[in-house]
């Protein structure tokens, strides 16, 4: 049987407005699954998230080849791409966590069109404004500086 192939068509990227600031589990009913999200309208891009973890290595003297080992990971640090529009609730609370003045992690959550769900916690910072052209849309890009392994949730039977 072949498998379905999935756009990100008609998924939906949500912010939890509550800061969350320790290591969130992935159980049924806490952690997660338990916040209180807010969707973020106008989403275009989702950047690259997961881990990327560092090759260390030692060269000794009496090898000829260097001995290599997996140091710290990145959970990453994608970019969030969005149609700037002021007063949706997740755009604001997106706003108020890229402050630079926020320190705070935030919880997020991805619903996938396959009903997937993948949640993530870090920090926020932006909005950056790519400008354009004529026929360039208003923009605002935020950068998430993950600070967790992302949790993948299948979709329910």
Known sequence: MAETAYTHSGDKFYISTTTQNEDLDDHATTGFPS??????????????AGITTNIVD?????TTVTSKGKGISNAGDPDVEMLRI???P?????????????ADNY??????QNGETVYYRGLVTGPRHPNGGN?????????LALQQKPVHVAPAP
Request: aromatic content about 14%.
């Open 35 to 48: 916040l209180i999200y807010t969707e973020v309208k106008g989403i275009g891009n989702f950047g690259e």
């Open 58 to 62: 030692y060269p000794t003297w009496g």
């Open 86 to 88: 002021i007063a949706d």
């Open 90 to 102: 997740g755009q604001v609370a997106m706003r108020a966590a890229g402050d630079p003045e926020n």
């Open 107 to 112: 919880a997020f959550k991805h619903v996938k």
């Open 135 to 143: 026929e360039d849309f208003d923009l605002d890009v935020y950068t």
